[in-house]
């Protein structure tokens, strides 16, 4: 028994971040009372994320104070079933938020949409290449949802943002200088693309060079004063290099709190409780729909918050987990491929190149914004022929300029001592004189990668951690080779180049690894599509078990993108508060047949 | 030390034998310093990288020409008025919020101003027709030569609200969340020093001068720095917080008021 | 309560040492001189100061001691992240993989602690020995080729050199990049950062001084002088 049962509410929203306030708003103004439960703390641009205390790379880069405490709950993981998952004990692969605005405080900004053929991975794939061509073990499978539906979202999300960029397709018309390879846009970009320092110029044009379509990486650093459609005012980015693991005191990089949660904050359906973890979902007796949450507050106290519509907007991974642990679903079995929660799960694929240039070329790298760079997509989802190549997906290749700072901008030329006097000189030889050419690629979802209980470790509310059983799929090791290649190519077409290497963490032969930061990037586990067999959620987000649960974020992904989450995921979110607003509230029931 | 600062170090020690040019105008405060003692303030890396409007740090010829742009000479005939005789042969300006201070603002500050007064891109009846009859060397000459002056900061005039410099100072500090301003420290650097070379000090300044410009920025009127930033914040302000963080800053680091 | 030498007691010991003789007057533990350590004993500090100088030595920049590199680590040790505020400490501890990362039993604090013991025991002439003989003895650490008991070798190193490098850039408000050492070597510009104007400005020289969070100014360390606050 809880220890106290609140009032009944239209709405509870389980988690603070992109999707959870963007819930709310869209609801609050459809006159639902909507009870937003977050974790962790509040705070604020304005006076948690100011410069210059900010700029500390010790304590928000590498202590992570912006992000998840590992320390009272984590996960365990193993590359394969036949090992025993250990702990997680301390972050590093992924950097999971935890506060108001979640992991949306401490992004990049790089904005994105998928490809119209990534939506439609499996019939696109089987009509180009034939019935056989995806490998047997990989779970491919369309999203139920196509890109022209979710397109407006897409759009609406961007504005939401003031997101920089040039488009590549605008209504249909190709435009050299955007991304020529991306679907239709029913719009330009809000603002135009950010300033581009040399060494990113440098990239652009040897890409150019060699028939390649470079384009300014899509921003969510904001290039010009900007009110997005709920009246929020951005500022333009100063490109100060503090920008991923950090907040914004300059109110330029779009987060959660500026962008949606002042604007909602003060609504009379919009309540927000902070310190307030959720320990489950209830389900009703009849098993056909959800009751509410139960959830510590900040007291300590267990509370019962009953609820009309449960939606679950925590990050990828614990909303899966809040699934196991709340027996909403049916958790999936490797042995016998049954039940879906925590199938498919799915990660990112990065590997890159290293570019030392002579003394002429000057980055003043620290001269930094999240999303400032330039790309090319030109070897991402089947933009390219892959007849011949024996994989599924690719990845963009990207030379961007994030930051310089220097605990963890520390470039040095391939066969430099990792320590030590010549280790010293090479640190501080090619400082200013690097370029990082990164490779973002997708990720398959296999039966043997999933997400389930642990059976001896728990988190300080005693509740089994999630338990990730992950490694690099065969495809996708071939895939980010490949793209790599691609990626050397260039680098080796770039004027004033002394040295280059390059690296890729999904190398044949090398298991994934939990410790070195690649992507924040989880997708999979509690996935959309039209086939309750295969899919958590149907084509809006609705839980096929229980038709009151909405469920939002990266769990959504049958496999992962080559590209960054948050525009796709924001763009499901739009469109499945699209149908909660117009269709299910005024009739509460399954929105497909199973 | 970098290859460039050694070369400036070089044609530094070269002038240190030019004699002093004392002059004397009138007004108060319209002596300029010797170049030898301009030189000897450049002996730091911090002094100079505040004084480089361009890639190259100010050679000897420009130093000697700042003074002579202060005073009013120049090729075309000069300025048409002198410099000093409003900012002061050290840049201390006053208080009724047409005349800045200019003292120790970066060359590469004040020089853009001078170029975007005389472009009309910050318009100013006053300061365009100056702006326009100096040359381009004669505005980085001059913008370099107040980057090393000294002044005193002027005691402000008048009571003031408590209440009112609090409220500036919790806007500088940390901004409003409410109404969606940054805090000035963001930018501006804690106690309001700057960050040269492209955003100035607030510490010291008039604080009629800083209110006008807010108001300046709020209109459109001013819009003269790189993609708005300062239009998009004063936009959010009212008279009373342009007022308040105007009055809070000229008491920063004023030996006047901080008892320094 | 740490044992209440001196940091400069301290340094006394260590000029004797061969390697650290051409210690400056001005050096790392002047600044928080007649303060005990925090959580270091004067033989861990000495120790600290030969393993950290051999990771980052002396050049025309300072070794990672001169530059305040062991103050650094006290405080982190004696902090929230020597406590293991940072990390699940959930038992049990089996062996695993190196792709599942870190799993040692003790807070960071007691794994330094015991790891330095266990190392000063191995190699008792460590502080003395010349660079190529430390620097061997590091190499065999850091690639698990060590027997320290219980403890793991390549974690200790790892923590080890995490903490160095760290204390060697960042900010120095932590007690470490005296005089701003490593930032002034690579050329970063510090916490105060406004770029506009700059960014796609290319191949131009930015020599701006290194200012920290708590507005020390870098460079020679001199505010500029139109900016001094003066007397009327």
């Known amino acids: 028994m809880p220890d106290k049962t609140l009032p009944r509410t239209d709405v509870v929203i389980i988690g603070g971040g992109w999707t959870g306030l963007t819930a709310a708003y869209e609801l609050a103004h459809e006159g639902q009372k909507c009870v937003v439960l977050e974790r962790g703390d509040h705070r604020h641009d304005a006076t948690s994320f100011g410069a210059p205390e900010e700029h500390d790379e010790l304590k928000y880069a590498l202590h992570h104070t912006h992000m998840m405490d590992v320390k009272t709950s984590t996960l365990t993981f193993r590359n394969n079933r036949s090992q025993r998952a250990l702990p997680m004990r301390r972050l590093g692969s992924f950097l999971p938020g935890e506060g108001l605005g979640g992991a949306g405080i401490h992004w990049n900004g790089q904005i994105w949409r998928p490809l119209p053929s990534d939506l439609e991975m499996r019939s696109h794939y089987e009509s180009r290449y034939g019935a056989q061509f995806i490998p047997e073990n990989l779970n491919v499978q369309d999203w139920g949802v196509t890109y022209e539906e979710l397109e407006p979202h897409l759009d609406f999300f961007e504005k939401i943002c003031g997101a920089a960029g040039y488009a590549g397709n605008l209504n249909g018309e190709t435009r050299e200088g955007g991304n020529v390879f991306e679907g239709p846009r029913s719009d330009e970009y809000p603002n135009p693309p950010m300033k581009q320092p040399i060494r990113s110029t440098l990239f652009g044009e040897a890409a150019a060079d060699m028939g390649l379509h470079p384009f300014p990486l899509p921003s969510a650093n904001v290039t010009q004063k900007y009110e997005n459609p709920y009246g929020a005012q951005l500022h333009p980015c100063t490109y100060c290099g503090f920008c991923e693991r950090f907040g914004c005191g300059y109110f330029a990089k779009a987060d959660p709190i500026i962008c949606v949660y002042d604007r909602i904050k003060e609504h009379e359906n919009f309540e927000i409780r902070f310190r307030s973890t959720v320990m489950r979902v209830e389900k009703s007796e009849d098993g056909q729909t959800a009751t509410g949450v139960t959830y510590i507050d900040s007291d300590g106290l267990e509370v019962f918050q009953p609820a009309d519509v449960v939606c679950m907007n925590a990050y990828a991974l614990w909303n899966v987990h809040l699934m196991l642990v709340s027996g909403l679903g049916r958790p999936y079995d490797p042995q016998t491929g049954t039940g879906t929660v925590g199938r498919n799960y799915a990660y990112q694929t990065l590997a890159g190149v290293d570019v030392f240039f002579d003394e002429e070329i000057i980055t003043n790298p620290f001269m930094g914004a999240g999303a400032l760079g330039t790309v090319i997509d030109d070897y991402n989802g089947d933009n390219f022929d892959h007849s011949e190549l024996g994989f599924v997906g690719g990845g963009y290749v990207a030379c961007n300029q994030y930051h310089g700072r220097p605990i963890s901008y520390q470039p040095t030329p391939e066969g430099t001592p990792p320590w030590g006097a010549e280790w010293k000189r090479a640190v501080r030889e090619n400082y200013l004189h690097h370029a990082g050419i990164g490779v973002h690629g997708s990720s398959m979802a296999t039966p043997d990668n999933f997400l389930d209980l642990d059976p001896t470790w728990t988190d300080s509310f005693g509740r089994p951690l999630l338990r990730m059983t992950f490694d690099f799929p065969d495809n996708d090791r071939r895939m980010s080779n490949y793209v790599m290649e691609r990626a050397v190519e260039i680098a080796r077409n770039m004027e004033h180049v002394r040295s280059y290497s390059s690296s890729n963490r999904a190398a044949e032969g090398s298991g994934y690894s939990i410790e070195p930061y690649q992507t924040t990037h989880n997708t999979g586990g509690a996935v959309i599509g039209t086939d309750p067999s295969t899919s958590v959620v149907n084509r809006y987000g609705q839980m096929w078990d229980h038709h009151n649960v909405f469920v939002f974020g990266a769990c959504l992904f049958p496999q992962n993108l080559g590209y960054n989450p948050t525009g796709p995921l924001m763009g499901l979110a739009y469109w499945t508060l699209d149908h909660l607003k117009s269709d299910y509230l005024a009739n509460p029931r399954p929105l497909m047949d199973a | ?260 | ?232």
């Open chain 2, 1 to 260: 030390m970098k290859p460039g600062i050694r070369k400036t170090f070089a044609r530094l020690a070269m002038l240190a034998a030019l004699a002093p040019i004392p002059v004397m105008v009138g007004a108060q405060d319209t002596e300029t310093p010797a170049i030898s003692e301009l030189e000897a303030r450049l002996d730091d890396e911090r002094s100079l990288f505040n004084a480089t409007v361009s890639d190259t740090a100010p050679d000897d010829d420009l130093l000697e020409l700042g003074p002579l742009v202060a005073m009013g000479g120049a090729e075309n005939g000069g300025s048409g008025m002198a410099c000093i005789t409003c900012h002061g042969g050290q840049g201390a300006g006053d208080g009724s919020g047409a005349f800045p201070r200019l003292t120790g603002l970066s060359g590469w500050y004040t020089y853009k101003q001078l170029n975007d007064y005389a472009s009309g891109a910050r318009p100013n009846e006053v300061m365009t027709g100056i702006a326009q009859r100096l040359t381009e060397r004669e505005r980085e000459a001059v913008a370099v030569y107040y980057s090393v002056v000294e002044a005193p900061i002027e005691k402000p005039l008048g009571e003031i609200d408590l209440g009112l410099l609090q409220w500036g100072g919790q806007l500088a500090a940390v901004g409003s969340a409410e109404k969606g301003i940054p805090a000035c420290v963001n930018c501006h650097c804690a106690e309001g020093t700057g960050n040269p070379p492209s955003v100035p000090y607030l510490a010291g300044q008039y604080a009629n001068y800083m209110s006008y410009q807010l108001q300046l920025w709020k209109e459109g009127v001013r819009d003269n720095d790189a993609m708005g930033v300062m239009s998009a914040i004063a936009e959010k302000m009212s008279e009373e917080d342009m007022r308040a963080v105007s009055e809070y800053y000229m008491r920063v680091h004023n030996p006047e008021t901080t008892g320094e």
């Open chain 3, 1 to 232: 309560m740490g044992t209440l030498f001196s940091r400069r007691a301290v340094l006394a010991g260590l000029t004797s040492g061969a390697a650290l003789s051409t210690l400056p007057i001005n050096h790392a533990f002047a600044a928080l001189d007649d303060k005990p350590f925090y959580f270091l004993t004067p033989d861990e500090a000495r120790f600290l100061a030969a393993l950290c100088d051999t990771l980052i030595p002396e050049d025309d920049f300072p070794s990672a001691s001169q530059a305040g590199v062991v103050d650094f680590i006290d405080l982190q040790l004696a902090g929230p992240y020597g406590k293991g505020q940072f990390i699940y400490m959930q038992p049990p501890f089996p062996s695993g993989t190196p792709e599942q990362g870190y799993q040692v039993s003790l807070i960071p604090a007691t794994f330094i602690r015991q790891g330095i013991a266990a190392l000063m025991e191995a190699e008792t002439g460590f502080v003395d020995a010349d660079t190529e003989a430390r620097s061997s003895v590091l190499t065999r650490l850091s690639e698990d080729d060590f027997d320290l008991g219980d403890l793991p070798a390549k974690p200790l190193f790892d923590e080890l050199w995490t903490l160095t490098n760290q204390g060697y850039f960042a900010d120095p408000i932590y007690g470490g990049n005296e005089g701003y050492a490593g930032w002034e070597m690579v050329g970063f510009p510090g916490a105060h950062a406004y770029y506009l104007s700059f960014v796609d400005k290319h191949n131009v020289p930015y020599p701006q001084p290194p200012t920290g969070i708590n507005h020390e100014p870098g460079g020679d360390g001199r505010i500029p002088s139109g900016l001094k606050p003066q007397e009327v």
